[in-house]
Structures are given as C-alpha cells and as structure tokens.
C-alpha cells in the first residue's frame, strides 16, 4: 500500500497524558499537513510541513500540542496534558509541492480522552 | 476569513436519481477547489480537484463545476446508488494563506 498510513488508528487516554500520532505519507510527497476533526464538522487545518520546516500552524494549535518531520518524511504530532476538548479525529495529508496539487489523506487517528 | 458553506446538511434520494451537491465561499482568491468523499469513522477520499482557472472536471458518474467569481461549486453525481452514501466535503486551497478549508459536507443517503 502506498498510500498516507497513520498510526495508530484509535487512541484512549487519560485526561492529563501525553499522546502521540504518527503519519506516513506517500514517499515523493514533499508537503503533509495536520488537520484536526471533530463530530459533524469539516477538517480544521492544524500545520503543514515543507520537507522539514513547518511553514505554518493554525491558532488551534496550543503550546500543548507539537508536530515534527524532523527528516522530511514521516511526521508526529504530539498533546501534552491532553484535555476531554481535544477528543477528535486527527488526519494527515500529504501532496507533492506545488500549493495546487491534490492533498492524499490518511485514514486518520481517533483520539478519546477520557 | 474565508467560510466554506455546503447546503443542504444532509440529503436522501431514492437510488437511480441524479442528484447536486452544492458548496459556496466567502472568498473568491482560491488557487483551487477539491470535493472530498468520507465514510463514517474514516478518512477522506479526493473525488475531484477543480483548479482556479478551470471551470469544471469529471470522472466517471461524477461533475463538479466552479464559478469563482460568484464563490460557488456544485458537485453532481449521475444515475446514484447505494454505495454513494457518505458524507461529501467540499475544500478551498486560498490564495492568501497557505491552508485548506473546509465546509462541513453534506450527508448524503442514497435509498435502495
């Protein structure tokens, strides 16, 4: 499969943890970007990655929250002291990098915080 | 700010119908417009990717059209079936900031 992968696939934690989330893209993709999901909304973006510099990252991303691609390949978006508010489905994408071209997602991470 | 809306919220057709989507932003400085596919508890899947020059692409059973000026794109889909259910999203890539937005789709059932 050469798709984006995401790992894991679901995630249950505690309140006051640290969690975090793996995306693969697809491997001549040289831009991936976080978004964020929650029930009856459409994708929030989060961040995005040119190779390894992160060139953007929304309002929503709190101090709490960090995201990597520390070799221009795959990223890891990390909480700390995760909050019930941050329960979602967090998606990856990725696309090659020209800002027009078409954004390939992953099949997401479902966060519960409990 | 630019705000994607998608009307109706939700949509049930009996199958066989042919049927439009529809999807408006406040802003019209897009580089492109792309019409996503999700299943429920999974991730997207790209339908089609309209570029800001371009007025229409199709694949398949599936059109989707763009009119930029008027801040509006419609995704149609010929002869539906059952498998066509799921929630259609609709995104813009803005010219001014390097992001994606999304609306917040359309549920779509398609009755057998």
């Known amino acids: 499969d050469t798709g984006v992968s995401q790992n894991p696939r679901h995630k249950i934690t505690k309140r006051g943890q640290n969690v975090t989330f793996r995306c693969d893209p697809i491997s001549e993709h040289n831009r991936l970007y976080w978004y964020r999901q929650t029930l009856g909304q459409g994708p929030e973006f989060l961040t995005y990655?040119?190779?390894?510099?992160?060139?953007?990252k929304s309002r929503l991303l709190s101090d709490r929250f960090s995201a990597e691609r520390p070799k221009g390949s795959f990223s890891t978006l990390e909480i700390q002291r995760t909050e019930q508010g941050d329960s979602a489905m967090y998606l990856c994408?990725?696309?090659?990098?020209?800002?027009?071209?078409?954004?390939?997602f992953g099949p997401g991470t479902r966060l519960t915080v409990t | 700010k630019q705000e994607v809306t998608q009307i109706p919220a939700a949509l049930s057709v009996p199958e066989g119908e042919n049927l439009v989507l529809n999807c408006s932003f406040t802003?019209?400085?897009?580089?492109?417009l792309q019409w996503f596919r999700q299943d429920p508890g999974k991730g997207l899947t790209s339908l089609l990717l309209?570029?800001?020059?371009?007025r229409e692409q199709t694949s398949g059973r599936l059109n989707a059209s763009l009119d930029k000026s008027s801040g509006r794109s419609t995704l149609y889909i010929a002869a539906s079936q059952p498998g066509d259910s799921a929630t259609y999203l609709c995104a813009v890539n803005e010219l001014r900031d390097d992001k994606i937005i999304f609306g917040k789709g359309t549920r779509l059932h398609i009755l057998p």
């Open positions: 802003d019209s400085a897009i580089y492109n």
């Open positions: 990655f040119q190779n390894e510099a992160q060139l953007e």
């Open positions: 994408a990725s696309s090659f990098s020209i800002r027009t071209d078409e954004q390939y």
């Open positions: 309209i570029q800001s020059s371009q």
